[in-house]
């Protein structure tokens, strides 16, 4: 059976940038100088890098990495891509690690190549989930832990162990309207005011709307066509098609993926591993998304996002100080 990872643009690097424009500049090379479409020029030689064109309006050399994830990268386009394939197609996530040994090079490039990635499959702009008709459920999970890591006491038997709640784990709400997409989002505290603000700006309130027995949704539920929920307490899990069984069947493969393979995630990062996984989730093989689709899909979210190693560092600089 011949492997994926053999096409043509995951082993050529003119072949690589012939891809990726196809996708980026479906229409015709677009100058990022004057912006200016099908108006350029592609420059060959032996000496001339691959995919370089030229504007002939404002005469400035420009190539499909400008404006996008790939923008001042030594990495080679085929290497992106591979990584790309990689990542997408991995349903509970890759380790940089894993990253690094198959692409070779530092873990550096492999750790920072992989937060551009989760950038381009970031789809939470795309507008709000469900709509008329449609079932959005909700809920929350609890993750990482805070900067500190968990609390520990010490037990007179056993020794020292860790605290049992979620004070010292981040919390992540996630909405999935069923048949369809994923959002998840990172929240400081659940409280009434934030689950209210992640649930009204991301799901559209002619949903109807399925959570499980916690207060806040009461509120929160009136905005919507209707609202039903399952009391967890009195192990009440289905009651028509009232039910959190889609977001937790999410929440099975999420924390499987930050916990088996990530294995340590930091506070100031985790904002960007929810995208992952709702990608994968939101572009899953049930309604006829394959790996290869899924990356083609990833690499049309490239264009226009930027995200710098310097950005990305000091803000973990930032996060750290306070």
Same mark, same amino acid.
Request: with cysteine.
């Given at each position: 059976m011949k492997s994926a990872l053999t096409a043509?643009?995951?082993c050529n690097e003119e072949t690589a940038f012939a891809y990726v424009?196809?996708?980026?500049?479906?229409?015709?090379p677009v100058c990022p100088h004057c912006g200016t479409v099908d108006q350029a020029t592609k420059l060959k030689g032996k000496s001339t890098r691959p995919g370089l064109w030229k504007c002939r309006a404002c005469r400035k050399p420009f190539t499909v990495r400008?404006?996008?994830?790939?923008?001042?990268?030594?990495?080679?386009m085929h290497i992106w891509l591979q990584a790309i394939y990689l990542i997408c197609s991995s349903k509970k996530g890759i380790s940089t690690r894993q990253i690094q040994r198959t692409i070779g090079g530092s873990m550096k490039t492999a750790w920072f190549l992989m937060h551009r990635i989760r950038l381009a499959m970031d789809e939470s702009g795309s507008g709000p989930l469900g709509g008329e008709g449609?079932?959005?459920?909700?809920?929350?999970? /609890?993750?990482? /832990?805070?900067?500190?890591?968990?609390?520990?006491?010490?037990?007179?038997e056993y020794g020292w162990q860790r605290k049992v709640g979620y004070g010292?784990?981040?919390?992540?709400?996630?909405?999935?309207?069923?048949?369809?997409?994923?959002?998840?989002v990172k929240v400081e505290n659940v409280t009434a005011r934030e689950v209210r603000r992640v649930v009204m700006e991301n799901a559209d309130t002619a949903s109807h709307l399925r959570t499980d027995q916690a207060n806040m949704y009461r509120a929160i539920g009136r905005q919507f066509a209707s609202h039903?929920?399952?009391?967890?307490?009195?192990?009440?899990?289905?009651?028509?098609?009232?039910?959190?069984?889609?977001?937790?069947?999410?929440f099975s493969i999420f924390k499987r993926g930050m916990t088996g393979v990530y294995?340590?995630?930091?506070?100031?990062?985790?904002?960007?591993?929810?995208?992952e996984f709702d990608f994968r989730y939101s572009n899953r093989v049930k309604p006829g998304v394959d790996d290869t689709?899924?990356?083609?899909?990833?690499?049309?979210?490239?264009?226009?996002?930027?995200?710098? /190693?310097?950005?990305?560092?000091?803000?973990?600089?930032?996060?750290?100080?306070a």
């Open positions: 043509p643009h995951l424009e196809s996708h980026l500049w479906p229409d015709g400008m404006r996008t994830i790939f923008e001042s990268s030594h990495v080679p449609a079932i959005v459920e909700s809920d929350e999970t /609890y993750t990482v /832990y805070k900067e500190g890591g968990p609390t520990w006491i010490l037990h007179p010292d784990k981040i919390p992540v709400v996630t909405l999935v309207e069923r048949g369809g997409k994923a959002r998840s039903e929920a399952v009391d967890h307490s009195r192990e009440e899990w289905v009651r028509g098609d009232a039910h959190t069984q889609t977001v937790e069947g999410f294995q340590h995630c930091s506070e100031q990062h985790l904002h960007r591993y929810p995208a689709e899924r990356t083609r899909r990833a690499i049309k979210g490239a264009g226009g996002k930027r995200l710098t /190693y310097r950005r990305t560092r000091s803000q973990e600089a930032e996060n750290s100080a």
